[in-house]
């Protein structure tokens, strides 16, 4: 099982910045995907970024340009940069540890959520 706990939101105004950061109970490179979803109030949860352990990230389109995420394997955990922000990036936004382990089993962890709000 992998606990995965996210930290870093609040309320920011427009145009600024916050870090979020998701660790992990187990080493983070032993994990395929580590991902950033967020979910708006009535929206479905979307994908926002995403970094694999071969070294591959993406982004949203919605996103690209002002947020960025990050692995540190020495702290198991896994940020996400956020700058520039708008109010439609107001979400509680998610870590998500994805991947096939060695035993074939496909896995899927998720954390608690961290509630951004960007407003002035």
């Known amino acids: 099982q992998v606990q995965l706990v996210e930290s870093g939101g609040g309320l920011v105004q427009p145009g600024g910045s916050l870090r979020l950061s998701c660790a992990a109970s187990v080493r983070i490179s032993s994990l395929n995907v580590m991902s950033w979803y967020r979910q708006a109030p009535g929206k479905d949860r979307e994908l926002v970024a995403a970094?694999?352990?071969?070294?591959?990230?993406n982004y949203a389109d919605s996103v690209k340009g002002r947020l960025t995420i990050s692995r540190d394997n020495a702290k198991n955990t896994v940020y996400l940069q956020m700058n520039s922000l708008k109010p439609e990036d107001t979400a509680v936004y998610y870590c998500?540890?994805?991947?096939?382990?060695?035993?074939?089993?496909?896995?899927?962890?998720w954390g608690q959520g961290t509630q951004v709000t960007v407003s002035s």
């Open positions: 970094s694999t352990d071969g070294g591959q990230i």
């Open positions: 998500n540890a994805g991947g096939r382990a060695t035993t074939g089993r496909y896995y899927s962890y």
